[in-house]
């Protein structure tokens, strides 16, 4: 056997082994999409933020892509020094979606004034994302455990 065809039989054998190690997971990509999202929150990137949900998003307290769209700028424009603290990010991919839960907290300034938007002192608030994948993107398309009373919704 000439040396071309053993690097040809090596790399025909090996270059999948490597993508398929190198390649991040479906769990991976989603776990980056918090990780980007929370810093373009803290960041007050409306695009970045938007980037991650799907134009088709709906929830059962109303909100739509739109809607969240134009919430966020108006909520940008009002605070500074937006923090987001994320745990326990759990991640289940089941097909062409997915749940993520993790707990989450929220500090803001407006004005002189620091507070949390989202969890408090005594604990965070348990948020779950169902995820859908759209092409080769994760998007997240519904949310739940928002505090909000949800009988006004």
Do not use: C
């Amino acid at each position: 056997m000439s040396k071309k065809t053993i690097a040809l039989i090596f790399l025909v054998i090996v270059l999948p082994v490597v993508i398929y190690l190198l390649w991040p997971s479906d769990a991976g990509r989603i776990k980056k999409l918090f990780r980007e999202g929370a810093r373009a929150i803290e960041t007050k990137d409306v695009a970045g933020v938007m980037s991650n949900v799907s134009l088709n998003y709906r929830d059962k307290y109303g909100f739509t892509y739109l809607y969240i769209k134009e919430s966020l700028k108006a909520v940008f424009q009002e605070m500074s020094n937006i923090r987001v603290e994320r745990e326990n990010l759990t991640v289940d991919v089941k097909g062409k979606s997915a749940t993520a839960d993790m707990d989450v907290r929220v500090i803001v300034s407006e004005g002189d004034e620091t507070g949390y938007v989202m969890g408090d002192a005594s604990g965070p608030v348990h948020l779950t994302f169902t995820l859908e994948k759209e092409r080769t993107k994760w998007l997240i398309v519904r949310t739940q455990g928002l505090p909000f009373d949800e009988q006004k919704f």
